[in-house]
């Protein structure tokens, strides 16, 4: 079990743009996977991009069988590896919601995402993946593939009045977000 240092907000690297996976079902490919998943696990999170953990790569993890306690009241995600991802939004309706991210840790802030999404990607073995999902399934993709265009969700924000510290807004969540 390896747990990698997740980089913070102000980090340069986690404003670049991360470049595409050329090599699948490799022993590299495969220990990132690891390595995030370890990572993602031992933070609570809901999901972890290879950029945040300084791998510039188009790999982002997310989803879980059993229930977050940084987001306990979210639907489950199906656990999923996604490589080279593609997100097409369906519609034209958006939906405000609070976001934290293991990179900004100890906050949250209402972010405006697309409702319903049609993304496309590889798993690490290169099998394709081809969804549909709204509602938090959406916005965590969107969440962690930003991640790879090198924006963070306050970028996102509409409003900086709904940003603020997740122990002054959900203090009931504080403990969860220890990040």
């Given at each position: 079990m390896t747990v990698r240092d997740i980089l913070k907000m102000g980090d340069a690297r986690l404003l670049r743009?991360?470049?595409?996976?050329?090599?699948?079902?490799?022993d590299a490919l495969h220990l990132l996977v690891t390595d995030l998943l370890d990572t993602m696990h031992a933070a609570n999170g809901a999901g972890l991009a290879a950029p945040q953990i300084g791998v510039d790569l188009q790999v982002v993890i997310f989803g879980s069988n059993a229930r977050n306690p940084r987001y306990p009241d979210r639907p489950l995600v199906p656990p999923t590896v996604l490589v080279n991802p593609v997100i097409m939004p369906l519609g034209e309706?958006?939906?405000d919601d609070w976001e934290g991210c293991l990179s900004v840790p100890g906050m949250r802030g209402i972010v405006p995402r697309w409702a319903r999404i049609h993304y496309t990607g590889f798993d690490q073995y290169g099998d394709p993946i081809d969804r549909v999902a709204d509602g938090f399934h959406?916005?965590?993709?969107q969440h962690e593939c930003d991640h790879l265009w090198g924006k963070l969700y306050p970028m996102r924000m509409a409003d900086m009045a709904q940003f603020g510290f997740t122990e002054v807004l959900f203090p009931d969540l504080a403990d969860a977000d220890d990040d």
């Open positions: 743009v991360a470049q595409p996976v050329t090599g699948f079902d490799t309706t958006m939906e959406a916005r965590v993709v």
